[in-house]
């Protein structure tokens, strides 16, 4: 069973930065596209950052240039780096395992809160 632990969220000013992590265990990471998803209160899911098994990387308008998707197969671990933070960025994040059609797996870590204040 895949398990997805995320951290690293927090409350931050405007314009700061917060750095994630997701801790995947019970799949072959190495080999499975990651994706940073984003939820906010009476709104859909969606996928923020990609990043492919070989490292290429593909973002959602609204955060490129800000965020920076990353991973370190050894540790089992992908990375957001979020900067210049605005307060529409306010969600819970999460992150997933990926198909070639950005579709996730069904299974969800608990996430992690992010609150920028204006």
């Known amino acids: 069973q895949v398990q997805l632990v995320e951290s690293g969220g927090g409350l931050v000013q405007a314009g700061g930065s917060l750095r994630l992590s997701c801790v995947a265990s019970?799949?072959?990471?190495?080999?499975?596209?990651m994706g940073w998803f984003r939820q906010a209160p009476g709104k859909q899911r969606e996928l923020v950052a990609r990043i492919s098994a070989g490292g290429r990387t593909n973002y959602a308008d609204s955060v490129k240039g800000r965020f920076t998707i990353s991973r370190d197969n050894a540790k089992n671990t992908v990375y957001l780096q979020m900067n210049s933070l605005k307060p529409e960025d306010t969600s819970v994040y999460y992150c997933?395992?990926?198909?070639?059609?950005?579709?996730?797996?069904?299974?969800w870590g608990q996430g992690t809160q992010v609150t920028v204040s204006s």
């Open positions: 997933n395992t990926v198909t070639a059609w950005n579709t996730p797996s069904n299974y």
């Open positions: 019970g799949t072959i990471f190495s080999i499975n596209a």
